[in-house]
């Protein structure tokens, strides 16, 4: 069974304290790997998708990086509007589709002052 | 960039109520989804919708069901709303590589 496991469940950072964010998978045949941010009482919103072990993909502050069993996503010098749920997915390998994600439970961060 | 609408952003409703909600994308995407959001459990997919009217179910598919009839417009029906189902409902579409987009939500009380 595909599983995404995201670590640790909440995070709490000062103002330009750069940490990472962990995602671990078991899926076979791995078709992308997807982050999102997610504000509270909001939908998901698409940060990137990586594809293959070594790929690295960068906005602002965040960095996103891939092994064959795991993504990071690095934030470095976060904000306070940093703050948000991430969370990551998987393409189902039980299905054709691409599309058909299973989500990991997400990492609350809260970046303070 | 897509959008995606829902046609809710908060409802109540009382118990063995039929709800209807609506999801709108305005891009030519072909796949829809409807998932639900609960505190500790992360997103659980309802439905899939790979075309007009056709369906799959997804991992939690017991107390609802899903109408397509243009490919931009995807709903999501409980035939019976009970108190189990208060949650954060989310829709989103996405091309078959994967990458979606989601609408704001709904949050939903069943009282």
């Known amino acids: 069974e595909d599983q995404v496991t995201q670590s640790p469940e909440a995070l709490r950072l000062q103002e330009g304290e750069s940490s990472s964010l962990n995602c671990s998978y078991t899926?076979?045949?791995?078709?992308?790997l997807f982050w999102y941010r997610q504000d509270p009482g909001k939908g998901p919103e698409f940060l990137f998708t990586l594809y293959s072990a070594g790929e690295e993909k960068e906005k602002e502050r965040l960095k996103a990086t891939l092994t064959k069993k795991e993504s990071f996503l690095h934030i470095t010098a976060p904000k306070p509007e940093d703050s948000a749920t991430y969370l990551c997915a998987v393409p189902r390998a039980d299905t054709g589709t691409a599309s058909k994600l299973t989500f990991g439970t997400g990492t609350r961060l809260q970046v303070t002052l | 960039d897509v959008k995606v609408t829902q046609s809710s952003r908060y409802l109540v409703k009382r118990t063995g109520e039929k709800v209807f909600l609506e999801c709108v994308q305005d891009m030519d995407h072909e796949n829809m989804f409807w998932y639900r959001q609960d505190p500790g459990l992360g997103l659980r997919l309802i439905y899939f919708s790979y075309d007009v009217k056709m369906k799959e179910k997804g991992d939690i598919p017991e107390g609802y069901s899903v109408s397509r009839e243009k490919k931009e417009r995807f709903s999501l029906i409980l035939e019976s709303a009970s108190t189990n189902q208060t949650s954060m409902y989310l829709c989103a579409s996405s091309l078959s590589s994967g990458q979606g987009s989601f609408g704001p939500g709904t949050r939903l009380t069943v009282t």
């Open positions: 899926v076979s045949g791995l078709r992308g």
